[in-house]
């Protein structure tokens, strides 16, 4: 079946610029996480969706990233007023529910490039 | 809190030689450990997990880990590279006292020598 899908798969933006970047989970899985890979911060948690409980915000690095899952399906992360150190790949995650003994399956991620 | 370390930041072996590729744990829990692979340009592919069934896992492509308690230890081996192993690993770990997210290790970049 469909794996987790995410657009664009790079994204090239000037300084000061807002982002949207979005993710397709796997259908049915009700878990969804957003991770950032960075050269300076390797693979960091940001934000976990679970079904229609609040979201878990305790990765975001500043007020500048938010994100939303509409619907309980699609995400869309988004970066506002961009800075340089903001280049990253952004990795979305998605397992069937919430728990530790659950897959996550990932997408190919989103390459940002800040000028 | 739980925490991974991967021991070596690159790996080199011959093709043919046995892969190993450290990684330690910390957690005041039992742990569910994973390893993950992430090949030039693509996302990140489960190779194996530890959720505490077996102290052996088998995964994809040849690999298993083995869950050593008395060691902190989850090291990752192949007996027989291939050239098509060359990748990134990701040792990780999950935190679920957090919505259980991922903490994953600075990885290992394994290459393989013809």
């Known amino acids: 079946g469909a794996g987790v899908s995410q657009s664009p798969s790079n994204k090239v933006t000037e300084k000061g610029k807002d982002v949207e970047l979005r993710c397709d989970p796997i259908?049915?899985?009700?878990?969804l996480y957003w991770y950032r890979q960075s050269l300076g911060q390797g693979l960091e948690f940001l934000i976990y969706f679970q079904g229609n409980s609040a979201p878990d915000k305790s990765g975001l690095p500043s007020d500048r990233f938010s994100a939303e899952r509409t619907g309980g399906s699609v995400s869309t992360l988004t970066i506002q007023r961009t800075q340089q150190e903001d280049s990253a790949v952004y990795l979305c995650a998605s397992s069937p529910r919430q728990g530790p003994q659950e897959t996550q399956y990932f997408g190919p991620g989103t390459r940002l490039l800040v000028l | 809190a739980q925490s991974v370390t991967q021991l070596g930041s690159h790996v080199s072996v011959s093709e043919g030689a046995l892969v190993l590729l450290r990684c330690n744990y910390s957690?005041?829990?039992?742990?569910?450990l994973f390893w993950y692979v992430q090949y030039p340009n693509q996302g990140l592919q489960l190779l194996l997990k530890?959720?505490?069934?077996?102290?052996l896992v088998k995964g994809i492509n040849g690999f298993e880990a083995e869950f050593k308690k008395s060691e902190t230890s989850f090291h990752l081996t192949k007996p027989s590279a291939h050239m098509s192993d060359a990748a990134e690993y990701f040792c990780?770990?999950?935190?679920?006292?957090?919505?259980?997210?991922?903490?994953f290790g600075s990885g290992t970049r394994l290459s393989i020598r013809p």
């Open positions: 259908s049915g899985h009700t878990a």
């Open positions: 530890y959720t505490s069934a077996a102290t």
């Open positions: 957690s005041s829990v039992p742990p569910y």
């Open positions: 990780a770990v999950i935190d679920y006292s957090s919505a259980s997210k991922i903490i």
